[in-house]
């Protein structure tokens, strides 16, 4: 039997992740291999953890990425805090926050749901009033629910986890490089993400992040952490100054995660966020023209995961393959109770520019009209020119 050689179509990458990647990121996945402990990989690790730094805006110095996806991440603060019986305090308004309970419940914590419909977010009032009846070790909460494309407010939240003596774990997995993640302003304990977001990476690596108290409680645990493969004290002596082999790092996964990150660092934070908002708003100008609700409040949109209503009379599956098959572009569907109602528009990172913004309503109008669904023509592409126009 013979098999033929790859070839990938070429997609744009519209959905909740993966997002498009810059040639030169692939380019870097490319370069030779040489071994996990080679000088040369030694001294890009020490680059990728001072990149990450800066973009997680914090000065921890247990900052780095961890070898699998956002969830790999999520497991790490979750495995390296909790021991069996300790209470934790997880915020679930989608489906990312149910996951994070879930792998605590897993590891034996005692959990908490503080839940919200999909969709919205806790306020800090809430946030204190559930606090300060569980008295738990750990809170975690997700800043950018992918599910829902719901923005949570953590201004204050920090303050309250810490009156308790808790700690914040917060997922930033869609909002690092796409929204203000400010680790060190914010209070942040433990944070953790993902390459293939915001960051515009292939997906295989998790930037996690862990300040002093989170470190201090790891220390004073009774119990060795339940996974050997993502033990923080284990891997502080591989990205530490020891440099002891724990496991063979993915070589050429940290190849593309620095030039992603050079390239992040080279936009600049404000600037990048800035563009996710510009083309998130001409996209919602364009959508709405074209008589398209947004699934959640309009004052906690995420700008690069837009959560749409799906239009009374179209078919789901259907749009999505003519869009995916005649113009190759990828969008999410619901996910969880959102199934069959919403879908996810990406602008993460790369991806997050005017020709995909255009292209998508352009073709988005087609597939309406396939559908018996006559917008306004022209009128979502109208309405974004005239949104970048006013920016
Ligand atoms: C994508 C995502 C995850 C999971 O990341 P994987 O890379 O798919 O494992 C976790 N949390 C949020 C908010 C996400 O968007």
Redesign the pocket.
């Given at each position: 039997m013979t098999f033929s050689q790859l070839t990938p179509p070429q997609r744009i990458l519209m959905g909740?992740?993966p997002s498009e990647i810059h040639p030169s990121v692939l380019a870097a996945m490319a370069a030779p291999t040489v071994g996990h402990l080679d000088p040369y990989f030694l001294k890009l690790m020490d680059e990728v953890q001072s990149m990450l730094r800066d973009v997680f805006q914090t000065t921890n110095p247990m900052t780095m990425a961890i070898s699998g996806?956002?969830?790999a991440g999520?497991e790490t603060c979750v495995v390296n805090l909790i021991e069996p019986g300790d209470r934790m305090v997880v915020g679930i308004n989608g489906v990312?926050g149910g996951?994070m309970a879930e792998v605590a419940e897993r590891l034996g914590a005692q959990v908490t749901r503080m839940e919200r419909p999909f969709g919205e977010v806790f306020t800090p009032e809430e946030v204190r009033a559930v606090v300060q009846q569980v008295q738990p070790k750990v809170v975690g909460i997700?800043q950018?629910?992918?599910s829902t494309g719901a923005w949570q407010p953590l201004d204050d939240i920090a303050a309250i986890v810490h009156e308790a003596g808790a700690l914040l774990v917060v997922?930033c997995?869609?909002s690092l490089a796409g929204v203000p993640v400010e680790i060190d302003r914010l209070g942040i304990d433990a944070a953790y993400s993902?390459s293939?977001?915001c960051l515009s990476c292939p997906?295989g690596l998790s930037p996690v992040t862990f300040g002093p108290r989170a470190l201090e409680a790891m220390d004073k645990r009774t119990r060795r952490v339940s996974s050997w493969y993502l033990d923080i004290g284990l891997l502080r002596n591989y990205w530490g100054s020891n440099r002891a082999y724990h496991h063979t790092a993915p070589i050429n996964m940290n190849y593309a995660l620095h030039q992603a990150l050079r390239l992040v660092l080279q936009e600049g934070l404000p600037a990048r966020f800035a563009r996710h908002m510009q083309h998130h708003r001409a996209l919602k100008a364009g959508l709405n023209a074209m008589g398209i609700r947004y699934s959640g409040a309009a004052d906690s949109c995420l700008p690069m995961l837009n959560s749409i209503l799906i239009p009374e009379g179209a078919d789901d599956a259907a749009v999505r393959s003519q869009l995916l098959n005649e113009f190759g572009i990828e969008i999410g569907g619901g996910l969880g109770p959102m199934k069959g109602k919403v879908w996810r528009i990406g602008l993460m990172g790369e991806t997050a520019k005017k020709s995909n913004v255009l292209l998508f309503l352009a073709a988005l109008e087609q597939c309406l009209n396939r559908q018996g669904i006559r917008p306004d023509p022209g009128a979502g592409v109208a309405a974004a020119n005239a949104a970048w126009l006013a920016s």
């Open positions: 909740p992740g996806t956002g969830s999520m990312f996951r997700v950018a629910e992918t997922d997995v869609t993902g293939q977001k997906p």
